[in-house]
């Protein structure tokens, strides 16, 4: 089993910056595709970055430019620089892990792509 824990999330004014992070626990393995979600009541859970064990990442258009995914295999720890944040990157921020295969394809943004996710953590962005 693995478990993930965010942190990092808070309030923050448009324009403003903030560093999430995701340790992970348990039987990791350094080759699983992560990914970072979001989710607002009501929708989807958005996936918004990707990374694989070697470092390539992908972004949605609706953060790139903007996010940085990374990660520290050695720690097993996953972060995302936020910056530029607009107000409707408000939401529920959750770190994910799943096979390494899903970052190479269109699942990479898929919830039902990743097998295990943390509790999440909140970040609200004021105008």
């Known amino acids: 089993q693995v478990q993930l824990a965010e942190s990092g999330g808070g309030s923050v004014q448009a324009g403003g910056s903030l560093r999430l992070s995701c340790q992970a626990s348990?039987?990791?393995?350094?080759?699983?595709?992560m990914a970072w979600f979001r989710q607002v009541p009501g929708k989807e859970r958005e996936g918004i970055a990707s990374?694989?064990?070697?470092?390539?990442?992908n972004y949605t258009d609706s953060v790139k430019g903007r996010f940085t995914i990374s990660r520290d295999n050695a720690k097993n720890s996953l972060f995302l620089q936020m910056n530029s944040l607009k107000p409707e990157d408000s939401a529920m921020y959750y770190c994910?892990?799943?096979?390494?295969?899903?970052?190479?394809?269109?699942?990479?943004?898929?919830?039902?792509?990743?097998?295990?996710w943390g509790q999440g953590t909140q970040v609200t962005v004021s105008s």
């Open positions: 994910a892990a799943g096979h390494f295969v899903v970052c190479s394809n269109f699942a990479r943004f898929l919830a039902r792509g990743y097998n295990y």
């Open positions: 990374i694989a064990a070697d470092g390539s990442a």
């Open positions: 348990g039987s990791m393995d350094s080759r699983n595709c």
